[in-house]
């Protein structure tokens, strides 16, 4: 009998908390899907996807569909915060640098006095 062959997969979730930002996380306040899209696209990802959900106060959750994986995320008005969380895989290349530079951008985005971006590497084998 064969045995089945074993697959080692990885990839890296980025977790985005942008504290008191001064622009664009509302509607009103200039909140631009497009920019974000744009970020993601200048960080070398494809974007095969994107949607916005909007709310009556203006704050947004917004997901992007990425050929890498994915990116979604919420405002919040009254905190003036983001919070977001950027998956990517490694199984063609490694993405982790692209997130990186994606997380970084989307951060500028929104202008935060703090950003803390944290990196989780995640790794499995499928049999």
Not at 43 to 54: D, H, Q, R
Not at 56 to 85: I, W
Request: hydrophobic share 35%.
């Amino acid at each position: 009998m064969k045995k089945k062959k074993t697959i080692a997969t990885s990839g890296t979730r980025f977790l985005i908390d942008l504290h008191d930002c001064r622009r664009g996380i509302t509607l009103d306040q200039g909140f631009s899907l497009e920019a974000l899209v744009r970020a993601v696209q200048d960080a070398g990802m494809t974007v095969k996807n994107a949607s916005i959900v909007p709310y009556p106060d203006g704050t947004v959750n917004a997901h992007l569909d990425l050929s890498e994986s994915h990116f979604s995320m919420g405002t919040y008005r009254e905190a003036r915060h983001v919070a977001g969380e950027l998956n990517v895989c490694n199984e063609t290349r490694n993405n982790r640098p692209y997130g990186r530079k994606a997380a970084k951008k989307i951060a500028t985005l929104f202008e935060p006095a703090k950003a803390e971006i944290v990196e989780k590497t995640w790794k499995t084998r499928v049999k």
